[in-house]
């Protein structure tokens, strides 16, 4: 209780309503104009003060914490203007400065405790939103991750498209220019069209009833040339029976075998004379090449024997070879059905029995003499011999010191020579 009330007024304060606060007089004052009595809450930092002149009882409380709500001060007594210390309403708070300040006190606790479960609270939310934010971007990474995997995929289909379609950039329908073979086409284009393009041509070979599709090189070397043999990828299969090694088999703007039967078309026309070319690159892409002139073939009933004129190149003469017994040349064909290979019923080739070349060659199609050292229809891959057999490109005369180039790619070729007559 106060020694001496001034005055007594209830206040709201944030919710709650109904708090007394009781300002007293302090007895040590001794102008009684002036009285000063500070009561001190604490609401979490909160200070209350109040500041009263005596003598202006009805104007002077100042609350110096805008965070007070005094609408309640009506109800308050200082209205009455009551004289010093005789207060006695029945509305009148009654409740001593330490409780009061208990009470406040008990306020600031729930106030701070309730600060801090809200914090604890935030902190907790704050968590789950961290958790949910990083769960949230994991997710959206993975779909990312996935979408990037989806993209190589398509890249790398797009790559080996373009790698498809650089190989058969030459024009895919045959162009409708007639002519007994490249050669041909190439004298009957040249004086109109002034670059003839490569491509596929259709020909139609004198003394035949047929007409086909070869592909002719009219950018190498003159131009002018029918592809007979292409060998780049080893993406198309070489182990063939006779019948496809007769009637051709690939792809022209790619890998192929022209055919027997139509090579001998085209090189047995009246009045002409064809020369037989082969390109070489090697996997250090060192190049090379060996031609022959006077190249023919005999017919069918014959195996196609191989007829080749003078060698010329930088590859060396692997169809003649070395020894006689290595000479190709006038040699039929065989495959793997059709032996004709000069081993009958077998020959012994580096202390080895060999019955059939085809099947020593990757059950590849060849003019094989006891097997020989030539056989351009091998493989581009898999370069080391596999027990004993010879799979790979085979051209064993292009050597250097001493070891045969590895032969990534080649092509076949033929072309007229000029005649006098
Ligand atoms: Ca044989």
Known sequence: MCPHLFREFRISYRGWSGLCVSLCEVPEVKNPRIVEQQVQTYTCGFSLQFHLDSQDTGSSADFNQSEIVNEDFSDAPVK??????????????????????????????????????????????????????????????????????????????????????????????????????????????VSVVPKIPSGIYIVHPENTDSSFEVFCEMDYMGGGWTVIQRRTDGLTDFKRPWADYVDGFGHLPGEHWLGLKKVFHIVNQKDTRFQLHMALVSTDDVTSYASYDDFRLDSETQFFSIHLGRYAGSAGD???????????????????????DGCNPSCSINNRTVESCSAQHNQTGWWFNQCGLANLNGSPEDPEQNRGQRMHILWDTWRQNGVPHTIKSVTMKIRRIATNN
């Open 80 to 189: 009455g203007q009551k004289p010093l210390g005789g207060f006695k309403g029945r509305d009148t708070c009654s409740i001593p400065c330490d409780v009061t300040v208990k009470l406040l006190r008990d306020e600031k606790q729930s106030v701070c405790g309730q600060l801090q479960q809200s914090l604890l609270a935030f902190g907790r939310s704050t968590r789950k939103l961290m958790r949910d934010v990083m769960e949230e971007q994991q997710r959206a990474l993975d779909i990312l991750s996935s979408q990037v995997t989806e993209l190589m995929t398509k890249v790398q289909t797009l790559s080996s498209e373009v790698h498809r379609g650089n190989t058969e950039m030459y024009s895919i329908k045959p162009v409708q220019s007639h002519g007994r073979d490249c050669s041909d086409i190439k004298d009957n284009l």
């Open 318 to 340: 692997a169809f003649r070879g070395y020894e006689q017994e290595q000479n190709q040349d006038t040699a039929p064909f065989s495959a793997s059905d059709v032996d004709n």
